[in-house]
T-cell receptor, first 116, second 111 residues
Framework: DQQVKQNSPSLSVQEGRISILNCDYT??????FLWYKKYPAEGPTFLIS?????DKNEDGRFTVFLNKSAKHLSLHIVPSQPGDSAVYFC???????????????FGKGTLLTVNP | DSGVTQTPKHLITATGQRVTLRCSPR?????VYWYQQSLDQGLQFLIQ???????AKGNILERFSAQQFPDLHSELNLSSLELGDSALYFC??????????FGSGTRLTVV
């Protein structure tokens, strides 16, 4: 049972345009959500996160939106740059109940390609 | 450099063999997590250690085992290897309420 779903395996956008990556989750106990970016031959790196007490978090060109009622979150990248081309993983956790057992559940990832 | 060190970077071995993957967490991080990324799969949680003790288990096969040593480095042992065990294996560490920091992974190829 996949608790975190990224239904789009890939996304292609033009440089300067907006990239929107989507993620759905099924576990209502999840209350903390993260996005990781992964380049080939490297480990995933943390990008941005959001707690369930918020519906938006912004960091520079990156904004994450959370819709708890729909169990949906999205990552917006504006403007998109060729260097943003990578695999993006959505992850979720029951942060407040995690403590030292804090475990992330990941989606399968979306390959974003930003064309010059 | 993320501060999480995984060795080796690449490993090619035959079916039925046993291998050991090593992870050194960031300085001061007590938690170590192991994840497996197979083709077309996301990151599948295998197991977590905290300060030497096993804290959580995920989809880890009985042929796989792990441990965390007093110096906090961790080893993931994979035995009786099968072709389907070919994957990227990531280690991540964490301190306190911070997020994960991942290593660059070990690519295991079973032939």
């Amino acid at each position: 049972d996949q608790q975190v779903k990224q239904n789009s395996p890939s996304l292609s956008v033009q440089e300067g345009r907006i990239s929107i990556l989507n993620c759905d989750y099924t576990n209502s106990m999840f209350d903390y959500f993260l996005w990781y970016k992964k380049y080939p031959a490297e480990g995933p790196t943390f990008l941005i996160s959001i707690s369930s007490i918020k519906d938006k978090n912004e960091d520079g060109r990156f904004t994450v939106f959370l819709n708890k009622s729909a169990k949906h979150l999205s990552l917006h990248i504006v403007p998109s740059q060729p260097g943003d081309s990578a695999v993006y993983f959505c992850a979720a956790s029951g942060f407040n109940s995690g403590g030292s057992n804090y475990k992330l559940t990941f989606g399968k990832g979306t390959l974003l390609t930003v064309n010059p | 450099d993320s501060g999480v060190t995984q060795t080796p970077k690449h490993l090619i071995t035959a079916t039925g063999q046993r291998v050991t993957l090593r992870c050194s967490p960031r300085s001061g991080d007590l938690s170590v997590y192991w994840y497996q990324q197979s083709l077309d799969q996301g990151l599948q949680f295998l197991i977590q250690y905290y300060n030497g003790e096993e804290r959580a288990k995920g989809n880890i096969l009985e042929r796989f085992s792990a441990q965390q040593f007093p110096d906090l480095h961790s080893e993931l042992n994979l035995s009786s290897l099968e072709l389907g065990d070919s994957a990227l294996y990531f280690c991540a560490s964490r301190q306190g309420s911070s997020g994960y920091t991942f290593g660059s992974g070990t690519r295991l190829t079973v032939v």
